[in-house]
């Protein structure tokens, strides 16, 4: 497993974890990890259906609520992007879904969680900022990932401040497509103020997205 640098910060040492494993995501809940990414590469399956999704140039914005009543539970997932269902590779994509739905689950010991699936064709949040939920799962199918900055790379009390925010393009982290993110937020215990800061990426005129995202909800 690769550890990024830790950034020392009133005291707090705050760093980021990546693996090639499923197990890296397990880190997100040491303490001072605000992100926690499985470098995966997406089965070539449901990579091409994600690609094949996003060519048809049809609109899809679903959210669930998803109830588990124990940690054998399987999610609910019937009707989940069922205007898709015909193309090649669905069955594969829920599959791999309702397993990232079920490893989050069973990590945090969550029994309702928010599942939002979205093809997007602008950055939904693009100024960078911090999530108000305690732990939430970002993947992006296809297209461009989410951007995210190391501790001390943007005044955290300019959030929001569009002439804030790095100009260096190097001082920017990308979460690469078919990777899996869990990203810390603000409501975590003990994570007050350290929140992964992070944006959606900057769209061109064509380009599309296929991001799958994850709440614990309780």
Same mark, same amino acid.
Not at 114 to 121: E, H, Q, S
């Given at each position: 497993?690769l550890?990024?640098t830790?950034?020392?910060?009133?005291?707090?040492?705050?760093?980021q974890?990546?693996?090639?494993?499923?197990?890296?995501?397990?880190t997100i809940v040491?303490?001072?990890?605000?992100?926690?990414v499985w470098?995966?590469?997406?089965?070539?399956?449901?990579?091409d259906?994600?690609?094949?999704?996003?060519?048809l140039?049809e609109?899809?914005?679903?959210?669930?609520?998803?109830?588990?009543?124990?940690? @054998?539970a399987?999610?609910?997932?019937?009707g989940?992007?069922?205007?898709?269902?015909?193309? @090649?590779?669905?069955?594969g994509?829920?599959?791999?879904?309702?397993?990232?739905v079920?490893?989050?689950?069973?990590?945090?010991?969550?029994q309702?969680i928010?599942?939002?699936?979205?093809?997007?064709?602008k950055?939904?949040?693009?100024r960078?900022?911090?999530?108000h939920?305690?732990?939430?799962?970002?993947?992006?199918?296809?297209?461009?990932g989410s951007?995210?900055?190391? @501790?001390?790379?943007m005044?955290?009390?300019?959030l929001?401040?569009?002439g804030?925010?790095p100009l260096d393009? %190097?001082?920017?982290?990308?979460?690469s497509?078919?990777?899996?993110?869990?990203?810390?937020?603000?409501?975590?215990?003990?994570?007050?103020?350290?929140?992964?800061?992070h %944006?959606?990426?900057?769209?061109?005129?064509? @380009? %599309?997205?296929?991001?799958?995202?994850l709440?614990w909800?309780?």
């Open positions: 497993m550890t990024l830790p950034a020392r910060l009133s005291g707090k040492s705050i760093r974890q990546y693996g090639t494993t499923p197990t890296s995501l397990a040491d303490e001072g990890v605000n992100l926690a470098k995966r590469q997406l089965p070539l399956h449901i990579a259906f994600a690609t094949l999704l996003l060519s140039n609109p899809l914005g679903e959210s669930l609520v998803l109830e588990l009543a124990d940690d @054998e399987q999610p609910n997932l019937l989940l992007a069922s205007g898709f269902s015909d193309l @090649e590779g669905y069955e994509f829920i599959a791999d879904v309702s397993w990232l079920s490893a989050f689950a069973c990590l945090l010991g969550a309702r928010g599942l939002r699936l979205r093809v997007l064709d950055a939904m949040c693009p960078f900022h911090v999530d939920v305690p732990v939430r799962l970002i993947t992006t199918y296809a297209g461009l951007e995210w900055l190391k @501790e001390g790379a005044d955290r009390r300019q929001g401040n569009p804030a925010e393009d %190097r001082l920017i982290q990308t979460i497509s078919g990777e899996v993110a869990l990203l810390k937020g603000e409501k975590w215990h003990g994570n007050e103020g350290f929140g992964l800061i %944006r959606s990426p900057h769209l061109d005129s064509g @380009e %599309r997205r296929l991001i799958l995202t709440d909800l309780s």
